[in-house]
């Protein structure tokens, strides 16, 4: 898995990014409310893998950068809050300045080539109290999704390989990042399943 290639993938979707999310909304608003819980408004944050912004604007950070990979992602994301003068949208990690009080990777880590190098990119930009938080679907959601992607119910997922919570968190000590909580999520709160999973990280 190339990143030019996950590149490649996101600007293809980028146009409908955002109709597909529509199509999902107990997922996302799942995300969002719980990132919500947990990062008061008014912080500095940054959304490493921002999609369209949607995330980052949503948490009404005091200053966000959001970085995407993908140029085409980036232009809607510019073009959707370009009034609002709290948020940057940058293609290139040497454009982001830290350090951040929150530092986010959602539905990131499976389209990493590298993610050991990413999680320590990520370092740079944080000091002892930033807390970075990291959201994937456990590797064992990966035949649900494969069914709800051809039944066209989710968006396509693109180059990727699904990882474990014990591999992200390893990948974490091998960048001196401690994890210091596991936090599962419900997408529809009645049920039992919690196919998301947040690690939150802090330096060592």
Known sequence: MKQSEVA??????????????????HYYSAIKNNL??????????????????EILAHLSPSFGVGYDISPKMVEIARKKFKSNKN??????PNAIS?????????DVVEHLEDPQRALGSVKEFMNEE????????????????????????????GPHKRVTTDEII?????????NTKIQRIKIIKPL???????????KR
């Open 8 to 25: 490649s993938h996101f600007d293809s979707i980028a146009p409908s990014y955002d109709k597909y999310k529509k199509k999902n909304p």
């Open 36 to 53: 919500k819980d947990l990062i008061p408004p008014g912080k500095k944050i940054l959304d490493y893998g921002c999609g369209t912004g």
């Open 87 to 92: 948020l940057r949208f940058v293609t290139q």
């Open 98 to 106: 830290g350090p951040f009080d929150f530092l986010l990777m959602i």
């Open 130 to 157: 930033s807390l970075l938080v990291l959201s994937f679907v456990d590797s064992s959601w990966e035949p649900i999704l494969w069914i709800l992607e051809k039944l066209g119910l989710k968006m396509p997922e």
């Open 170 to 178: 390893e990948i974490g000590k091998r960048e001196e990042l401690k």
């Open 192 to 202: 039992p399943f919690t196919p998301i999973s947040f690690l939150l990280f802090r």
